[in-house]
């Protein structure tokens, strides 16, 4: 596998939450920069003992309402 993407929501309390696409890899942490560490961190773990993939995507799903007047 060459990438893992990870879909990246922003949770309602605050932070965001990222969870990986086709693996059970789920992070979570309160500001972006965090987020990545911590994503970086997860794939390491969960590919102990396998090769991990070269590269990691981030996708920001964002859920926006607008009203029209």
Request: cysteine-free.
């Given at each position: 596998?060459?990438?893992?993407?990870f879909?990246?929501?922003e949770?309602?309390?605050?932070?965001?939450?990222?969870?990986?696409?086709g693996e059970s890899i789920f992070t979570q942490a309160e500001t972006w920069d965090e987020l990545k560490a911590n994503v970086k961190e997860?794939?390491?773990?969960?590919?102990?003992d396998a090769t991990p993939p070269r590269s990691i995507r981030l996708h920001l799903?964002?859920?926006?309402?607008?009203?029209?007047a």
């Amino acid at each position: 596998m060459s990438e893992i993407i990870f879909e990246v929501t922003e949770a309602p309390e605050g932070g965001f939450t990222a969870e990986a696409l086709g693996e059970s890899i789920f992070t979570q942490a309160e500001t972006w920069d965090e987020l990545k560490a911590n994503v970086k961190e997860a794939v390491q773990a969960f590919y102990f003992d396998a090769t991990p993939p070269r590269s990691i995507r981030l996708h920001l799903v964002r859920d926006e309402v607008l009203a029209i007047a």
